[in-house]
């Protein structure tokens, strides 16, 4: 479902089950926590989310320690212990450190019970100290053979499940109520690049152009030391190759991540020119990462709203740019469905404008790419009113208006690619 609907699906997948695991903590409903538990560390094992969410709940189970903090530690630990050790084992070892130091402050405050013995002696604490040295020490339990799972794994690479991985999730932000907009994306890393010498190691470039291009950064209104960093990486790249290896080096995520693709998009609009290096690197991010293809969109739509306010060179260009990521299947047609094509009062001079300049870019390629690129819309019931505007918009606007480019016969693979309800590509 995360593949077909996106990220947002699964992310509220886990605040739903953190909510529940809380609620049925504080009724202390041992069989209910048990299989919450294992739902989460399930959604683990095949690529939901990153180990470090999991990571986070042990270490707030192991500073209460309580029998049943004991209990739902066993069954993670039971489920996927071996694969949290083989993903950090920093983290594994920061855990176990934990857990020693909090079995130590039991033992010494712990009382004596009817039967002679203390509470920290219980069975089911020492199976866990138990599962937790054989983790440690890298000894595999029988049960933790992963083969029944490679069925599931290999059917799960078909669908390319590891680009909806969610990272950098904690535990607290899951059950945060006032958790808005893509609070999945949300990240508190600190700037490592707010001086002039950080940003010249990591560009690659002396600090004297590394000045004259922060000074170009600000001049574009980059306001921020992430936004600078992005922008001279971005202009001082060999290549986009270069640009996405130095952009990955930065090291963001979350928020700061998001920054990435908008700076992509300012620098390219404000080319006089409209430059494809800009789609290139941005559809090589887009293919590494489905968070940033979510974040072009969100940004396309922004710079939407501004159409009747943006300068021509700005509006062409990011007709282009939306064209050419359409063309290269980065995005979809589903881009436009934020804009109502069909509706005249809507459809000011300057949207006219920018939206003819969109499909006409898209209808000036060869056939099968005008039939791919529109044929990804059909046969779609929630984009039916999409589909109207299209084509009515390229009749009004387009077609009607054609300068010698000889766009109809274009028009009709396209006309006939969105009544394809098979969805066979040519």
């Not at 399930?42 to 270490?59: E, N, P, Q, R, W």
């Not at 909090?102 to 920290?120: E, P, Q, Y």
């Not at 030391?225 to 971005?234: E, G, L, N, Q």
Request: net charge positive.
């Amino acid at each position: 479902m995360a593949c077909l609907v996106g990220v947002d699906f699964s992310a509220k997948i886990l605040a739903s089950i953190a909510k529940s695991f809380e609620d049925e903590y504080s009724k202390e409903d041992g069989l209910s926590l048990r299989n919450l538990t294992l739902l989460f560390c399930y959604l683990c094992i095949f690529g939901v989310t990153s180990s470090d969410l999991v990571y986070d709940l042990l270490s707030i189970l192991s500073k209460r320690l309580t029998e049943l903090d004991v209990s739902t530690v066993l069954t993670i630990l039971q489920c996927c212990g071996m694969k949290l050790r083989g993903d950090d084992p920093c983290a594994m070892k920061d855990f176990v450190l934990s857990i020693q130091n909090s079995v130590n402050d039991l033992k010494l405050h712990s009382g004596v019970g009817a039967d002679g013995k203390t509470d920290i002696r219980s069975r089911r604490m020492e199976f866990m100290l138990e599962t937790i040295c054989d983790i440690k020490n890298n000894k595999k339990r029988p049960k933790e053979d992963p083969s029944h799972h490679t069925r599931i794994k290999k059917w799960l690479q078909k669908l390319k499940a590891e680009d909806v991985l969610l990272r950098g999730l904690t535990w607290s932000r899951l059950l945060d109520p006032d958790k808005k907009g893509q609070w999945w994306l949300s990240g508190d890393v600190p700037s490592t690049v707010a001086k002039i010498e950080d940003v010249a190691a990591v560009i690659s470039k002396d600090v004297a152009e590394t000045k004259k291009l922060l000074q170009l950064a600000a001049a574009q209104r980059m306001n921020t030391d992430i936004r600078r960093a992005i922008f001279c990486i971005i202009m001082s790249a060999e290549d986009y190759v270069d640009a996405f290896e130095k952009l990955l080096r930065l090291g963001l995520s979350g928020k700061q991540d998001r920054e990435i693709i908008r700076v992509i998009v300012d620098c390219c609009l404000h080319e006089k020119m409209f430059n494809k290096y800009y789609t290139v690197l941005a559809s090589k991010l887009c293919n590494h990462e489905k968070n940033h293809k979510f974040s072009l969109q969100y940004c396309i739509w922004d710079h939407f709203k501004e159409l009747d306010n943006m300068e021509s060179s700005r509006s062409m260009n990011l007709a282009k740019l939306v064209a050419e990521m359409l063309l290269n299947f980065t995005l979809s047609l589903a881009t436009l469905k934020v804009v109502n094509l069909a509706n005249p009062v809507e459809m000011t001079p300057a949207r006219v404008s920018h939206f003819r300049m969109l499909f006409e870019t898209l209808l000036q390629k060869d056939d099968a790419r005008v039939w791919n690129v529109f044929t990804r819309v059909a046969g779609l019931p929630e984009l039916e009113v999409l589909r109207d505007g299209i084509v009515m918009f390229i009749k009004q606007h387009v077609i009607a208006e054609d300068s010698g480019k000889d766009l109809a016969s274009k028009f009709k693979i396209a006309k006939k690619a969105l009544d394809n309800t098979a969805g066979v590509l040519m």
